[in-house]
Nanobody, 124 residues
Framework: QVQLVESGGGLVQAGGSLRLSCAASGLTFSTYHIGWFRQAPGKEREFVAGRLWSDINTYYADSVKGRFTISRDSATNTVYLQMNSLKPEDTAVYYC?????????????????WGQGTQVTVSS
């Protein structure tokens, strides 16, 4: 049984940093494409960052480029999202997801597994 469990969310002031973690059981991240998505109240879930299984390429939404970094620790089978210079508009529930197949990591459809999400709140 596959499980993705996010952690590391919380309340932070604008300009601060958080590091989200996504731990996997039942799958090995090194053989899956990985995505981070977020969903703010009343909005659709949107792509934040993605990484191909091959580690060759990473992708970011324009809104987070230069501030967020996606990484993977194969030893612990954990994916991270380092978030710096946080803004109030980054407030959302953040989800990690994993898939095989299409390398279009920015597309919400096609992901095989999703975590339950972790809340990030950025105060102004």
């Amino acid at each position: 049984q596959v499980q993705l469990v996010e952690s590391g969310g919380g309340l932070v002031q604008a300009g601060g940093s958080l590091r989200l973690s996504c731990a996997a059981s039942g799958l090995t991240f090194s053989t899956y494409h990985i995505g981070w998505f977020r969903q703010a109240p009343g909005k659709e879930r949107e792509f934040v960052a993605g990484r191909l299984w091959s580690d060759i390429n990473t992708y970011y939404a324009d809104s987070v480029k230069g501030r967020f970094t996606i990484s993977r620790d194969s030893a612990t089978n954990t994916v991270y999202l380092q978030m710096n210079s946080l803004k109030p508009e980054d407030t959302a529930v953040y989800y990690c997801a994993a898939k095989r197949g299409s390398s279009a990591v920015n597309l919400r459809a096609g992901y095989d597994y999703w975590g339950q999400g972790t809340q990030v709140t950025v105060s102004s």
